[in-house]
């Protein structure tokens, strides 16, 4: 019996767990550095819905694009030659996010290079993810 109780008292607070503490991370790089954008369940409270039934996101795309890429330019001397090279909304719990990708500028003198696309997170209401710099360890 003493057991079963335990159990159930388990059960509920799995079901009751504190959603102010739960979060999504984007990670991107470049440079020797991993960016890790992060969403709170915080910053989604305070974001507007795309509900069922609406056409278009609260947030236009062609302003996620124009605050991503504002937001590159405070990262990167260099944004200005950066190529915007999409862009995806997404769902993060029962919210959406803009991921809006960029491709880095090939090094002078190379005619061929491998990258990846550097995504910035744009959440509807115009605020971008939280990012956290660190340095980029390959294993």
Request: proline share 6%; with cysteine.
């Amino acid at each position: 019996m003493k057991q079963a109780l335990l159990l159930a008292c388990i059960l509920f607070n799995f079901g009751f767990t504190d959603k102010s503490q739960a979060k999504a991370t984007f990670s991107s790089y470049h440079g020797g550095k991993r960016y890790d954008f992060e969403v709170t369940a915080e910053q989604l409270t305070n974001c507007p819905a795309w509900v069922e039934g609406q056409e278009n996101p609260p947030l236009p795309a062609r302003r996620a694009i124009e605050i991503a890429t504002n937001y590159l330019s405070k990262l990167f001397l260099d944004a200005e030659k950066w190529e915007m090279s999409g862009f995806s909304v997404i769902p993060v719990g029962e919210k959406w996010v803009y991921l809006v990708h960029f491709i880095e500028p090939p090094p002078e003198n190379v005619s061929e290079h491998l990258t990846t696309e550097f995504k910035i997170v744009v959440l509807m209401n115009g605020e971008v993810g939280r990012v956290k710099v660190s340095p980029w360890k390959l294993s």
